[in-house]
């Protein structure tokens, strides 16, 4: 299915019926991540999964969003297919948009699938990158040197980035800079929803450090942890997975 939303043209599914089950999915992802989650809850549920803009089937946000325009979109995607009031399940950056969602708006239940939105400690080493790249962006633009300054520094950015950094075009790296420099704590304690945390215990992109965090700032959260399992968690457990969540999900189901 097929929506327009402020310009940009959005790819969703919808299935099912009964309360709204909506799914967002993580960075370099897209809705089809859900797909056997949606499979299991589409039997009691309706749930609606959409391509993030800049992803999937999607079309990219006209300039670069943090996780505020993220979250906009997803209220103004919401109103316009007359969802109110959902379970809101994300993982990782959809985590992030589902934790500044649920912090201003209705939602029924919520869960975090080792979600983002804890900035990251950073080593040492990343601060040198950081800076090394920025003194060359300026003795680049040195006579002699501009000619080949987008050349440099692309070059650049390929050796020092991450592998997300590396596969996004140039409008989504800026965006996924914007992201991952926010840290939103904040919004935690604004969170009424009871919330389910599912956390892989080898996750090394928000590590289970941070699940412990969200559990203690949300007022009515539970941390389950998956043994062996790293960032992509509920992928790799899936049939675990669907267990924990009808369990937390089990007064809800339109029988």
């Not at 003194?135 to 040197?145: M, T, Y």
């Not at 959260?221 to 992928?235: D, R």
Request: net charge positive.
């Amino acid at each position: 299915m097929r929506i327009n939303i402020d310009g940009i043209d959005i790819e969703y599914t919808d299935s099912g019926s009964g309360r709204v089950v909506l799914l967002l999915h993580g960075w370099g992802a897209n809705k089809e991540s859900f797909s056997f989650i949606a499979e299991s809850l589409g039997k009691h549920f309706r749930v609606v999964a959409p391509d993030f803009p800049g992803f999937g089937g999607s079309g990219e946000p006209p300039v670069p969003w943090g996780s505020e325009e993220y979250c906009a979109f997803v209220e103004k995607f919401n109103a316009a297919l007359g969802i109110e009031n959902p379970i809101v399940a994300g993982h990782s950056h959809g985590g992030r948009t589902a934790i500044r969602f649920a912090s201003r708006n209705p939602v029924h239940k919520l869960i975090l699938l080792d979600s983002a939105g804890i900035k990251p400690k950073r080593k040492s080493s990343y601060y040198i990158r950081v800076y090394a790249y920025k003194a060359a962006k300026h003795l680049l633009k040195l006579p002699g040197l501009r000619r080949r300054r987008e050349q440099i520094l692309e070059r650049f950015r390929k050796s020092s980035g991450s592998e997300d950094y590396k596969r996004a075009t140039p409008l989504m790296r800026q965006t996924l800079v914007k992201l991952v420099n926010e840290d939103l704590k904040a919004f935690l304690p604004k969170i009424q929803a009871p919330t389910l945390l599912l956390w892989g215990e080898l996750d090394t992109d928000t590590p289970l450090d941070h699940g412990k965090i969200m559990e203690k700032l949300i007022p009515n959260a539970g941390l389950v942890t998956m043994k062996g399992a790293g960032h992509w968690a509920f992928a790799q457990r899936p049939r675990e997975t669907v267990i924990i969540l009808n369990n937390f999900l089990e007064s809800d189901k339109d029988n």
